[in-house]
């Protein structure tokens, strides 16, 4: 994170929360704007994250799947051991731990973001 936040401007620094998301940016890799500030000028001053929650919620469709507490999940599992655990082990015990949460209808869905999410993860974790 640090080697990416030396080449961007102050006001465009990349900050990880706990959850394993970043504050503004779209840490997915495919992404068309990834690493791209999402931040509106009202987000600006008020500290909110109205810009990137409206830009994930177009990804949602058309399942419009949400796992309550997913990429927290997901950012305590690969704190948990450095380095990260190999993939299948990482995903085998984070769709252990959303099952109850998770609707069996998008199971497909849901592991094929276990992947997205791991690789982001390998990608922003810290040395």
Do not use: I
Not at 5 to 20: K, Q, W, Y
Not at 54 to 67: D, E, K, N, S, T
Not at 89 to 104: C, I
């Amino acid at each position: 994170m640090a080697a990416l936040n030396r080449a961007r401007p102050e006001a465009d620094r990349l900050e990880l929360l706990p959850s394993g998301l970043l504050r503004h940016h779209c840490a997915h890799p495919a992404c068309p704007v990834y690493l791209v500030s999402l931040a509106t000028p009202r987000d600006r001053a008020a500290g909110t994250r109205r810009g990137l929650f409206g830009h994930l919620q177009q990804l949602m469709h058309p399942a419009r799947m949400y796992v309550p507490g997913f990429h927290a999940a997901a950012a305590r599992l690969a704190a948990r051991s450095r380095p990260p655990p190999p993939r299948p082990a990482f995903a085998a015990a984070l769709l252990a731990l959303l099952q109850p949460r998770a609707p069996p209808e998008y199971a497909a869905e849901l592991a094929a973001h276990v992947d997205a999410v791991y690789d982001q993860l390998v990608a922003l974790q810290p040395p």
